[in-house]
Structure formats: structure tokens, C-alpha cells
């Protein structure tokens, strides 16, 4: 990749409430972050967190693979990624409207109920069907997903 194409950079607009949660992090850790060398920007943080984001998805380390390589990877799961999709906006549409959790995101037994309903009314809406160990497992998977957002908003407003 040329140097030129590097360094463009294009606008992308995130919610209000993402900038004021990455306002309040720069602002908690603005010393630590200088004596760590980094930037302490808004910019920076969004960068870093998609960086994270596509390596953990896979998508950084596609980049270099061959293209046989890229071939053989599996494709990520469409239907999971479009209800983890929906998930995070259904939170932060709530968490805005409310200013906090709804309380079926703190009843795990609540959320795990709506999250299975959600699950297959969308398999059903689709067309696909869903066993009960995609179930099982696509339900784990998203109450993983539930808790790293819950943790990730911790740790951005702790402080």
C-alpha cells in the first residue's frame, strides 16, 4: 500500500454518547496515556479501537494472507453478525433513551429468554432453520458479546 493511500483519511460519524464516553476515558487517563506515548485524541481512540476491532474479526490478518489463503478461511456467520449487529443498537438505542441498562440486560435469565425469542423469530423470518445447539450456541455467544460491552462501558466510565 502506497504511503499516499496511508495516510487519507475519510469522516465517520459515531453516536453522541460514544464521543462523550471517549471524552470522559481521555480525560480519566490523559496523563497515563502521555506517559504511555499515546495520543490522547479522540481520533486516536477510534482508531485504535477499530484496529482492535478488525484484528480480532479477522479482517487485518486477511489482509495478508495469499489469496488462496483467503479462499480457505471461513466466512464470518452472516445471520450472527446481523443479530449482534441489531444487539448493540437495541442497547445503545435504549441506554440513550434511558440513560441507562434496560433492566432485562441486568436479569441474565431475562435477557438470555429474549435473546433465544429474538433468535428464532429472526431464523423463522429468514427462512433458516436453527437447531437447538445453534441456539444454544448463538445465545452464549451473545451474552459473551452482552458482557464485553457492559465491560467495555465500565471501563470507559470509570474514573
Do not use: W
Request: hydrophobic residues 35%.
Amino acid at each position: 500500500m502506497s504511503k499516499q493511500k496511508e495516510n487519507q483519511y475519510v469522516t465517520v460519524r459515531i453516536p453522541k454518547l460514544f464521543d462523550d464516553l471517549i471524552n470522559q476515558y481521555i480525560e480519566a487517563h490523559r496523563e497515563e496515556m502521555k506517559l504511555l506515548d499515546q495520543r490522547t485524541s479522540r481520533a486516536a481512540i477510534v482508531k485504535k479501537a477499530l484496529y482492535e476491532f478488525l484484528k480480532k474479526e479477522g479482517i487485518i490478518q486477511q489482509t495478508r494472507q495469499s489469496a488462496k489463503t483467503q479462499e480457505e478461511t471461513p466466512k464470518p456467520d452472516d445471520f450472527f453478525v446481523h443479530i449482534k449487529e441489531t444487539f448493540l443498537a437495541h442497547s445503545i438505542i435504549a441506554i440513550v433513551k434511558e440513560k441507562t441498562l434496560p433492566p432485562d440486560h441486568s436479569d441474565l435469565k431475562q435477557l438470555e429468554q429474549n435473546i433465544r425469542q429474538y433468535i428464532t423469530e429472526r431464523a423463522e423470518k429468514e427462512g433458516k432453520e436453527i437447531t437447538k445447539q445453534r441456539l444454544d450456541e448463538l445465545t452464549e455467544d451473545l451474552i459473551e458479546y452482552h458482557k464485553e460491552i457492559l465491560e467495555g462501558l465500565n471501563l470507559m466510565t470509570r474514573h
